[in-house]
């Protein structure tokens, strides 16, 4: 898996500047380089200083690239930029916990959810216990909610001990006198649906179907092209990522016959039909 934000921010002294965070799920050797096309990227479309931040998910404990620089003739040429090494974090999981810092509870979440990889009984005890911390912590509704979001995408489980997770977290909650298993309802619900809108719920409704079908081919579109695109101009900025994605069916066929004779990655993209 790999995913990518980017965020800007304004500094105290009143400066503006981007974020870029990536999040390496694999070992790829070209990590650095690729972080490298980005920054500068970023900077020549948007004029503004670039942080590159990459937080390393992956499950090995020695793979680490945080530069990547060319020195030829007198010429340098490269980039070092911070890393978050989760794996790092791997015997500490239970002071992780104890912090208030949603990123370090996050983190161990990701721990959690990698050792007990295809151990069931072990995951609902690791899930169920991040559960209750939740309320223990006192943190208001909504940050519950969104933590517990992240706990059901990381760590998911059999149908059976999902039930019994639920019953669990109905006791817990008449405990503490609160509820919010119907919103856990509707979290699911969703998730149901939103996995239909991409596939064509499979209900017989034809309209939802094709709904789903036609997203798939764009999605399908999208990402040829910009493999194409990679493979002419090199690397892509995730802002030409996201451009790609949000595209038209008739945007990136327009792109698409361009990317044939484009002499530039700009060319590209002022193409008209």
């Known amino acids: 898996m790999i995913a990518d934000l980017l ?15 990536e999040i390496q799920a694999q ?18 479309d948007y004029k503004l200083p670039v942080a590159s931040l990459v937080v390393l998910a992956d499950a090995g404990k020695r793979w680490r690239q945080d530069s990547f620089h060319n020195d ?13 090494k989760l794996s790092a974090y791997a015997e500490l999981i239970d ?9 370090a509870w996050v983190t161990a979440a990701h721990l959690l959810a990698r050792q007990t990889h295809g151990k069931e009984e072990a995951r609902y005890a690791a899930k169920w216990r991040l559960v209750r911390l939740l309320y223990q912590r006192g943190w208001h509704k909504r940050r519950i909610i969104d933590l517990f979001t992240v706990i059901h995408w990381l ?5 059976e001990l999902e039930r ?10 008449r405990r503490h006198s609160v509820e919010w298993l119907s919103e856990y309802d509707q979290l699911r619900l969703e998730r149901r649906e939103k996995r239909g809108i991409r596939i064509g719920r499979a209900e017989g409704r034809q309209e939802g179907r094709q709904e789903g079908l036609q997203e798939g081919r764009q999605e399908g579109a999208a990402e040829v092209l910009g493999r194409l695109l990679c493979r002419r ?10 451009r790609l994605a949000k595209a038209s069916p008739e945007q990136l066929a327009q792109w698409g016959e361009a ?13 008209r039909s």
């Open 155 to 159: 760590m998911p489980l059999p149908a």
């Open 233 to 242: 101009f090199g690397a892509l900025s995730p802002t030409v990522q996201k």
């Open 164 to 173: 019994r997770l639920r019953l669990d977290i109905r006791r817990l909650e």
């Open 27 to 44: 070992r790829e050797p070209k990590l650095a380089e690729r972080i490298l096309n980005y920054n500068y990227g970023l900077y020549k």
């Open 259 to 271: 990317v044939l004779d484009a002499k530039t990655l700009k060319q590209v993209f002022s193409a």
């Open 7 to 21: 965020a800007s921010v304004f500094l105290c002294d009143g400066r503006e500047v981007l974020l870029h965070i």
């Open 72 to 84: 030829v003739f007198g010429t340098q040429m490269g980039i070092r930029f911070a890393v978050a």
């Open 95 to 103: 002071e992780l916990l104890l912090q208030r810092n949603v990123f």
